[in-house]
């Protein structure tokens, strides 16, 4: 199956949690796709790392952070199912 839309969109829709990554998921799309996938969701993440925000911010600290988490998480999930089912990546 073919992304739907920019991969890129749906990267950033990873960081913000509308969209989760799971194995059965993962099945739909073929390994060019995944591919691209991961290559947004690097594209994202440092983006997000880019950010400057204020240390005196609690709440923008930890929605930077909790991003970071979701696009980690993410990328974890996705490699240890392309190694799983032995697609180059």
């Known amino acids: 199956m073919a992304i739907a839309?920019?991969?890129k969109?749906?990267?950033q829709d990873i960081a913000d949690g509308f969209v989760?990554?799971?194995p059965p998921t993962l099945k739909r799309y073929t390994p060019t796709d995944l591919k691209i996938i991961?290559?947004?969701m690097?594209?994202?993440q440092r983006e997000?790392?880019?950010l400057q925000v204020s240390q005196?911010?609690?709440v923008q600290l930890k929605a930077k952070n909790t991003r970071l988490t979701r696009l980690n998480q993410a990328e974890v999930v996705l490699r240890s199912f392309c190694r799983r089912y032995?697609?180059?990546i």
């Open 5 to 7: 839309g920019n991969p």
């Open 9 to 11: 969109k749906m990267a």
């Open 20 to 22: 989760s990554f799971s």
């Open 38 to 40: 991961l290559s947004n």
């Open 42 to 44: 690097g594209i994202v």
């Open 48 to 50: 997000t790392r880019a």
């Open 56 to 58: 005196d911010d609690i």
């Open 86 to 88: 032995r697609i180059p």
